[in-house]
């Protein structure tokens, strides 16, 4: 018989792509996890891990085991969901994650909704970035998150996540006030090809936006400044420095010295929901994602 939590071991070596970040997030030593795989390899007679350079990889037997691990796991979750039902009314605790900007514009006014309306309900928010969003649904940490599509996110067809549309957020250009584009009601990206630019750091799922915008539009940005928070792009900006894709959520500093100027072809993110496998029938998770997609369809104007 097959034992799960060696299974779920080898799920994070999967996840994480080492055994020492698997580890680590699993709060073992890297030895340990290893004599886990070890030993769930005996007991199915099969290999899991092979060598590829100084690592190691999953063999195909392992890739096969996964897919019904996987679909242990989702059958696991609904098991408790149906255990745990009572009247369908959201109770007990619900966890939620987002990026900043999903945090104070989109997650934050959920919670107060729903505070309001199910006080059997509690509703626990956590900041992070999208690659750790997945890692916390992985690790049965958070039930719901807000995240951006990006290419480096999970394929839509990873069975451990389901990933939802929720709404698509443009970009504007923000140039200083007094800029030869701050009268236009809307422009073509390219018209600011020869500007300065100040684009998020390399790392930054919006980083890719800006970019593939700008390649859209048929030139290389010439970047000259790099910021993580979008306030401080737009002060950036209010100092002439240069100009800047910001997306319309983004709240930024009032009275900044800054015009957003719309752009021809919308350039825009994607923002998805995105819970474990399943886990959207969870009558909290429910609710939570009703009330953010009326909350979504009224954040951007």
């Known amino acids: 018989m097959i034992d799960l939590r060696r299974l779920h071991v080898l799920r994070a070596v999967a996840h994480y792509g080492t055994v020492t970040a698997a580890a680590r997030a699993l709060h073992f030593t890297p030895s340990a996890a290893s004599q886990q795989i070890r030993q769930l390899a005996r007991d199915l007679g099969v290999d899991l891990l092979e060598p590829k350079g100084r690592?190691?990889?999953?063999?195909?037997?392992a890739e096969s085991l996964?897919?019904?691990?996987d679909a242990i796991?989702?059958?696991?979750?609904?098991?408790?969901?149906?255990?745990?039902?009572?009247?369908?009314?959201?109770?007990?605790?619900?966890?939620?994650?987002?990026?900043?900007?999903?945090?104070?514009v989109l997650?934050?006014?959920v919670a107060a909704r729903l505070g309001k309306q199910h006080p059997r309900l509690s509703v626990r928010i956590t900041e992070v970035g999208v690659p750790e969003c997945f890692d916390l649904l992985f690790e049965g940490e958070t039930d719901l998150a807000v995240i951006e599509a990006t290419p480096r996110n999970p394929p839509r067809g990873d069975t451990r996540f389901d990933q939802r549309p929720l709404m698509d957020d443009?970009?504007?250009?923000?140039?200083?006030?007094?800029?030869?584009?701050?009268g236009r009601t809307r422009i073509d990206l390219?018209?600011?090809?020869?500007?300065?630019?100040?684009?998020?750091?390399?790392?930054?799922p919006c980083r890719l936006h800006v970019m593939s915008a700008c390649g859209a539009a048929g030139f290389a940005?010439?970047?000259?400044?790099h910021a993580l928070d979008w306030n401080v792009t737009a002060h950036l900006v209010a100092h002439g420095l240069g100009v800047a894709l910001i997306p319309r959520l983004a709240q930024l500093t009032p009275h900044l010295p800054i015009t957003r100027v719309r752009c021809t072809g919308n350039p825009h993110r994607k923002l998805l929901t995105c819970t474990r496998g399943g886990g959207h029938t969870r009558p909290a998770v429910e609710t939570a994602l009703r009330e953010l997609r009326g909350v979504a369809s009224r954040a951007v104007t």
Do not use: N
């Not at 690592?55 to 037997?61: D, F, H, I, S, Y």
């Not at 979750?77 to 900007?101: K, N, S, W, Y």
């Open 170 to 182: 443009p970009f504007d250009l923000v140039v200083p006030e007094g800029h030869v584009l701050a």
């Open 221 to 225: 940005p010439d970047v000259v400044h």
């Open 107 to 109: 997650l934050a006014p």
């Open 73 to 104: 796991q989702a059958r696991w979750e609904q098991a408790e969901l149906d255990l745990r039902a009572d009247d369908g009314d959201p109770a007990g605790v619900l966890r939620v994650t987002g990026f900043p900007v999903a945090v104070s």
């Open 190 to 204: 390219s018209e600011a090809a020869r500007e300065p630019w100040i684009a998020p750091v390399p790392d930054s």
């Open 55 to 61: 690592g190691v990889r999953l063999t195909p037997a």
């Open 66 to 69: 996964l897919a019904h691990a």
